[in-house]
């Protein structure tokens, strides 16, 4: 099992190191002005977010043909008619990424590659998660994960923005977060260089705890996470990051909570927002479920339909927090 699930890791840090290479290309040579893309509920797609998905599912697809596979894109918006010349563009910048010639039928294969969605093992896929954060050349991720029937099992997390040791800010960029169930939670540069284990830091004094948030409010509910903050005394801030790279600053002690309340009754997070990072804090020494203390189901499909919101913590603060949210929640506003 350990071998199998290091054989997971290995292919998922392999593809999410040459997807990051192309994201970080594609950041490098747009300037993203006009309008990008925009797929149904307004949310922005790049050329990235597409050839960053063909690369991972090409490497994927061939390793593991059989596994189900949960991702965000899809080749019919890539090649849908408003989209002009943009598969042609997303096809050139796969094949320099692999150093081979790889046409547009090629990558559209490869996005909508099906898997066997009744495979026991499913790989959650977020080519960009965070996209509106790479457009701001703020922080993203490439998410990969592997659920195990209903439990994350491996799980990798391509940070390119993310400074590789929190205490120089302004340093080297570029972080890798790896885990896989049992064997602990790891980050190495990106870029290449020895990997250390890291860990959550258990912050027993209230004072001292910092909260992750969304930089989008609209993903959210802010007002709630103030609400916590003044509930329980947490005293270390709000830290406000984009996607997934969350869990890996929380993994390696740069914050304690990561609360994610549905930013509307009717929202559903999405499997592949979750599952690489849920796995990577919880082999930190961390603890996730949702907002009402229930376990996260990754069994529903592509998305939490059973969970309300998502909270990770390190383990002793997990009930506090539960229960501050019942009581502001059950209070008349
Ligand atoms: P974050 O940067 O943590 O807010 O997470 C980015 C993710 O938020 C994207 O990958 C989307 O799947 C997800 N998202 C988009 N719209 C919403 C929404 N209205 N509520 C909650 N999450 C959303
Ligand atoms: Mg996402």
């Not at 190191?17 to 994201?23: D, G, M, N, S």
């Not at 960053?52 to 697809?61: D, F, K, V």
């Not at 790896?178 to 258990?202: D, M, Y």
């Amino acid at each position: 099992m350990r071998d199998l699930l290091a054989s997971f890791v290995a292919a998922a840090e392999r593809a999410a190191c040459r997807a990051a290479t192309v994201c970080q290309q594609v950041q490098r040579e747009s300037d993203f002005t006009g309008t990008p893309q925009s797929k149904a509920g307004g949310e922005p797609v790049t050329v990235a977010d597409y050839a960053s998905q063909a690369i991972i599912l090409r490497e994927i697809g061939a390793e593991f043909p059989n596994h189900g596979i949960l991702a965000e894109e899809n080749a019919a918006h890539l090649n849908a008619p408003e989209n002009r010349g943009v598969p042609e563009r997303v096809a050139a910048l796969v094949g320099a990424a692999l150093g081979e010639r790889a046409s547009v039928a090629d990558v559209s294969r490869w996005i909508d590659h099906p898997g066997d969605p009744a495979e026991r093992y499913r790989w959650a896929i977020d080519p960009i998660d965070g996209t509106k954060g790479f457009l701001r050349r703020e922080q993203y991720a490439i998410a990969i994960g592997v659920l195990d029937g209903g439990e994350p099992c491996a799980g990798v997390l391509a940070c390119p923005n993310l400074p590789v040791d929190p205490a120089d800010p302004n340093g080297p960029r570029g972080v890798l977060f790896s885990a896989a169930r049992g064997a602990g939670a790891f980050q190495r540069p990106l870029a290449g260089g020895p990997s250390r284990r890291i860990a959550v830091r258990a912050s027993a004094d209230p004072a001292g705890v910092r909260v992750l948030g969304s930089v989008e409010a609209s993903h959210g509910d802010p007002r709630l996470i103030d609400l916590l903050v003044r509930e329980l005394g947490l005293g270390g801030g709000v830290v406000r990051v984009d996607s997934q790279v969350k869990y890996g600053v929380l993994a390696r002690g740069g914050a304690e909570v990561y609360l994610r309340p549905r930013s509307s009754p009717t929202w559903r997070d999405l499997v592949w927002d979750h599952a690489a990072g849920v796995l990577i804090a919880l082999e930190a020494g961390g603890r996730a479920s949702d907002m009402d203390g229930a376990p996260l189901d990754f069994r529903a499909g592509r998305k939490l339909e059973h969970n309300r919101g998502v909270l990770c913590t390190h383990g002793p603060l997990h009930p506090l927090i539960v229960d501050a949210l019942r009581r502001i929640e059950s209070a008349p506003r």
